[in-house]
């Protein structure tokens, strides 16, 4: 009985560090998207700095958001990782649709999971 409790309280521990987990790695999809958005924005404002500056500081921002990318793309791997440990463990964590195509499993992975 107390393996049952064990693998239980395991599993459900497990379903919280994911929800978790995808929260965060939608956040960090938000802000990337922000700081994309503010990087074009100064690479097209040459008055916001001198121009010696400009190309200089768009270099190490772009460094610092393939920085965050990359972060991201880790995170999104163990999310992944966990998901199919839950599965393995409990069986019926498995739900979800048959598709017969990788363009209708993308799709459903883009509507319901983190993205790349």
């Known amino acids: 009985m107390r393996s049952t409790l064990d693998r239980t ?16 790695v939608a956040a960090n999809e938000r802000m990337i998207r922000a700081f994309n958005r503010r990087l074009r924005r100064l690479a097209k404002s040459p008055r916001a700095a001198p121009r010696t500056t400009i190309p200089k500081l768009t270099k190490h921002l772009r460094r610092r958001r393939d ?17 199919c ?4 463990i ?13 363009e209708d499993l993308v799709a ?5 999971h983190p993205t790349h």
């Open 67 to 83: 920085l965050m990318i990359l972060s991201h793309n880790e995170q999104v791997k163990i999310y992944y990782r966990l998901v």
């Open 90 to 102: 409990d069986p019926e964590t498995r739900g979800g649709p048959a598709v017969d195509s990788a």
């Open 9 to 24: 309280a395991f599993i459900q521990m497990l379903s919280v560090l994911i929800n978790d987990l995808s929260a965060r």
């Open 108 to 112: 459903y992975l883009a509507g319901r």
């Open 85 to 88: 440990l839950r599965a393995d």
